[in-house]
């Protein structure tokens, strides 16, 4: 029998080695004598006394009833288990053991020669085959040569390896998140700019003029003649006016095919409905993928303190750098990296000696702290709720408008500036807050984010009911003026709005605000006793998330705003950047940052869900103004965006009609999701039993080591009585079966 060696073989190879040297026979030089006895003794008291052993008979003792036959195999004589573990003799020819130097019976090293003669015979391969192996060959070569290549010319690779130096892995995070959203709102731009946008421009459209007798335009085209500069960039800023009627906003687009000179039709109201469900599918496959490769490196990174000690420590140097100012860097990343498990293990060890007393005060803190948060939140959205009512009131824009144009534009906009102060006030309420509930490091990022996540989408969300809401009770009130009411193109000047002030924001707090503050540092005394500020990543985080959900809702009614995503960050990076690097101190609280990634796709996938139902909600329940692609031009009360593809399917051959309306019933729907349902109990047990191997492993492991420093102790105890070296044992045995705390304990 050939094959690996199993752990709890490999495991037990001191230990039997060790009863091995105690059973041989004339090898032994003590043979028939008292010493040779007593040595014997001792070696077989050792070989009890070795840790591994303890545990296995500890393990054995408790799953005995459980195990049944199967542990009466377990016990049979050890000549049914003779496994030869061919890849660790045959790594090489150079390596090659014969069989008389292995330590195995006679029938084990005729197995092994009978294999090493097999692996060593020559075998004719197929043409097909050969031609397989090197088009593999070439392909791995090719993508190799790639990725070398995509990693000289990364973005941002020095600035980043320098934010990782100076700040530990925890910031970095950030940034490798804010990079990864920049590429994603590109892919976004190119696909609406690609499909949408260009060929609106470069497809003349003729004969496909809409009617549009019964849609009043004339407030939409007035709004478009604005006078001098300062209007002209204020209407560029809020989203109004000039902009409006231009391919950046849906009311700029055309409603019905569009035909070139050659009669290429383009059927673009199809088109634009087809790439907006295609970027938030792309948008989710690109999360998912995320999520799962920073899972994986969560889980790896995070598997453990011992093992992460050792790795940082023995190898976490690239003996590749060879620059100066490099060195330095990689030098500050790993003190950061191991002050941030050092802070780990001091906190485990001060949650370990925590009194009742002081659990129950620090939980009774808590349940007061979160009801006040909860009193916020649920405040700040009866406000936005309060200002959109007001903001979308006939009268009360009629009353503004008497008074100062200016004053309506305020109007106008006051659920954005509403928003925007919420943002940016209760986000430091929050923080102070989980300051006094002595949470860890990474869990305090996490409720912040939590509870921040919660606050920025609850906005929005309302926002949007709130603008839904109004819609509809405006076409209860009148038919003619639902119809003439374009709310796609308020919509997208909203988040417009929004994505402007987040910018300014950013400009205002990380830039100026940071600055004014190190200069008042520097010059005065007062601000000496505070610090320099830290970079407060829960709040940097849901910047990014937030502004990801203004483009996700605004792209659907206005195809250009990714590309203002895109010039957005890539700004909001050097603004942060320079900031964090001149203005910023590093954090008290070292961070670990194995897990940020994950948690901030997780987030961003939480936000993608609720983007994607209000968009979801607009499609299918509100019926479409007389602009834009989906122009409802009679005013038909049940004409709604999503139509258009019921439309199309209509004209397809019949046989593909059922099939899709097979798909929507119950009777595909159940079995799909049982089968679901399935697989994923599936991988979820073998996900379970994969983690219980790598605990027994880990275990394995340690047991290793144990064995090891046991034997090394009574090589260098060897001249001590044997009733010392048992008390020696006894207490080595309880050092080493000490626990340490969990690293699971957040609290």
């Known amino acids: 029998?050939?094959?690996?060696?199993?752990?709890?073989?490999?495991?037990?190879?001191?230990?039997?080695?060790?009863?091995?040297?105690?059973?041989?026979?004339?090898?032994?030089?003590?043979?028939?004598?008292e010493d040779g006895a007593e040595t014997q003794r001792s070696i077989n008291r050792s070989f009890r006394q070795l840790p591994s052993r303890s545990a296995q008979r500890s393990l054995h003792n408790a799953s005995t009833r459980r195990r049944g036959s199967i542990s009466r195999r377990s016990m049979r004589p050890t000549q049914d288990v003779e496994v030869i573990n061919i890849e660790d003799y045959i790594d090489g020819e150079d390596d090659m053991a014969s069989p008389k130097e292995l330590a195995q019976p006679m029938s084990a090293k005729r197995r092994y020669k009978r294999s090493m003669r097999n692996m060593k015979a020559q075998k004719r391969i197929s043409r097909w085959k050969a031609f397989k192996l090197r088009v593999a060959m070439y392909w791995q070569s090719t993508t190799s040569s790639v990725s070398e290549w995509s990693q000289d010319i990364e973005l941002w690779k020095g600035h980043l390896k320098e934010v990782e130096g100076r700040f530990g892995n925890g910031v970095l995070s950030f940034f490798l998140f804010l990079k990864w959203l920049l590429f994603l709102n590109l892919i976004?731009?190119?696909?609406?700019?690609?499909?949408?946008?260009?060929?609106?421009?470069?497809?003349?459209?003729?004969?496909?003029?809409?009617?549009?007798?019964?849609?009043?335009?004339?407030?939409?085209?007035?709004?478009?003649?604005?006078?001098?500069?300062?209007?002209?960039?204020l209407d560029f800023v809020t989203g109004q006016g000039w902009i409006n009627t231009t391919l950046m906003f849906y009311a700029g687009y055309p409603a019905a095919e569009l035909l070139s000179e050659d009669d290429v039709k383009y059927d673009l109201p199809l088109a634009y409905l087809l790439v907006g469900g295609a970027y938030f599918f792309g948008s989710l496959l690109l999360m998912v993928r995320n999520l799962a490769k920073s899972f994986q490196q969560s889980y790896i990174e995070g598997g453990g303190t011992t093992s992460s000690f050792c790795n940082k420590v023995f190898a976490a140097w690239d003996y590749c750098i060879s620059d100066e100012n490099t060195a330095k860097i990689k030098s500050q990343s790993i003190v950061q990296i191991v002050k941030a498990e050092l802070a780990e293990e001091e906190r485990l060890v001060k949650v370990q000696n925590?009194?009742?007393?002081?659990?129950?005060?620090?939980?009774?803190?808590?349940?007061?702290?979160?009801?006040?948060?909860?009193?916020?939140?649920?405040?700040?959205?009866?406000?936005?709720?309060?200002?959109?009512?007001?903001?979308?009131?006939?009268?009360?824009?009629?009353?503004?408008?008497?008074?100062?144009?200016?004053?309506?534009?305020?109007?106008?906009?006051?659920p954005s500036l509403t928003i925007t102060f919420l943002n940016f006030i209760l986000p430091l309420l929050f923080n102070a807050l989980s300051n006094v509930e002595d949470w860890s490091p990474r869990f305090e990022v996490n409720i912040n984010l939590f509870?921040?996540?919660?606050?920025?989408?609850?906005?929005?969300?309302?926002?949007?009911?709130?603008?839904?809401?109004?819609?509809?009770?405006?076409?209860?009130?009148?038919?003619?003026?639902?119809?003439?009411?374009?709310?796609?193109?308020?919509?997208?000047?909203?988040?417009?709005?929004?994505?402007?002030?987040?910018?300014?924001?950013?400009?205002?707090?990380?830039?100026?605000?940071?600055?004014?503050?190190?200069?008042?540092?520097?010059?005065?005394?007062?601000?000496?006793?505070?610090?320099?500020?830290?970079?407060?990543?829960?709040?940097?985080?849901?910047q990014l998330v937030y502004g990801e959900c203004l483009i996700w809702i605004g792209t659907f009614f206005s195809p250009l705003l990714p590309a203002m995503g895109v010039v957005k960050l890539f700004l909001v990076f050097y603004i942060e950047k320079v900031a964090?690097?001149?203005?910023?101190?590093?954090?008290?609280?070292?961070?670990?940052?194995?897990?940020?990634?994950?948690?901030?796709?997780?987030?961003?996938?939480?936000?993608?869900?609720?983007?994607?139902?209000?968009?979801?909600?607009?499609?299918?329940?509100?019926?479409?103004?007389?602009?834009?692609?989906?122009?409802?031009?009679?005013?038909?009360?049940?004409?709604?965006?999503?139509?258009?593809?019921?439309?199309?399917?209509?004209?397809?051959?019949?046989?593909?009609?059922?099939?899709?309306?097979?798909?929507?019933?119950?009777?595909?729907?159940?079995?799909?999701?049982?089968?679901?349902?399935?697989?994923?109990?599936?991988?979820?047990?073998?996900?379970?039993?994969?983690?219980?191997?790598?605990?027994?492993?880990?275990?394995?492991?340690?047991?290793?080591?144990?064995?090891?420093?046991?034997?090394?102790?009574?090589?260098?105890?060897?001249?001590?009585?044997?009733?010392?070296?048992?008390?020696?044992?006894?207490?080595?045995?309880?050092?080493?079966?000490?626990?340490?705390?969990?690293?699971?304990?957040q609290f």
Request: glycine share 6%; proline share 3%.
């Open 451 to 542: 509870r921040t996540v919660l606050l920025r989408l609850a906005s929005i969300a309302v926002l949007m009911i709130t603008l839904y809401v109004d819609v509809e009770t405006r076409c209860d009130e009148d038919q003619k003026k639902c119809c003439q009411q374009n709310w796609e193109n308020q919509i997208a000047s909203q988040m417009y709005m929004l994505i402007w002030i987040d910018f300014f924001l950013h400009i205002a707090v990380s830039l100026v605000g940071t600055t004014v503050w190190r200069l008042l540092y520097k010059y005065t005394s007062f601000f000496k006793r505070f610090g320099l500020p830290e970079f407060d990543i829960p709040k940097q985080v849901l």
């Open 580 to 745: 964090l690097m001149f203005n910023n101190k590093p954090s008290d609280k070292v961070y670990q940052g194995t897990r940020s990634n994950y948690l901030f796709t997780v987030l961003l996938l939480i936000s993608f869900l609720m983007c994607l139902i209000a968009v979801g909600w607009g499609i299918t329940r509100v019926r479409p103004s007389c602009q834009g692609p989906f122009s409802n031009s009679d005013c038909n009360p049940d004409k709604r965006i999503f139509d258009v593809l019921s439309t199309e399917i209509d004209s397809w051959p019949q046989a593909i009609q059922e099939i899709i309306r097979y798909i929507g019933t119950a009777a595909f729907i159940f079995p799909v999701l049982m089968v679901i349902c399935l697989i994923l109990y599936y991988f979820r047990s073998m996900s379970k039993s994969h983690l219980h191997m790598i605990e027994m492993l880990k275990d394995q492991l340690v047991l290793e080591g144990r064995d090891k420093r046991f034997l090394m102790e009574k090589l260098m105890e060897g001249d001590k009585p044997a009733g010392d070296l048992d008390d020696d044992t006894s207490s080595g045995e309880t050092q080493h079966t000490s626990l340490r705390p969990s690293s699971n304990a």
């Open 354 to 414: 925590r009194t009742t007393g002081d659990k129950c005060r620090l939980y009774t803190l808590r349940f007061f702290t979160n009801l006040l948060v909860t009193s916020l939140l649920g405040g700040a959205v009866y406000a936005i709720i309060k200002i959109v009512n007001v903001s979308t009131n006939s009268s009360h824009q009629n009353a503004a408008a008497e008074i100062n144009e200016f004053l309506v534009t305020v109007l106008n906009f006051s």
């Open 1 to 33: 029998m050939t094959g690996r060696v199993s752990p709890a073989l490999g495991a037990m190879s001191n230990s039997q080695e060790m009863q091995n040297m105690g059973s041989r026979g004339s090898d032994y030089p003590y043979e028939g004598s």
């Open 188 to 233: 976004i731009f190119l696909l609406e700019f690609g499909l949408i946008s260009l060929p609106a421009v470069i497809i003349k459209n003729s004969a496909t003029q809409v009617n549009t007798s019964s849609c009043d335009i004339t407030a939409l085209e007035a709004q478009s003649v604005s006078n001098g500069v300062a209007n002209k960039v």
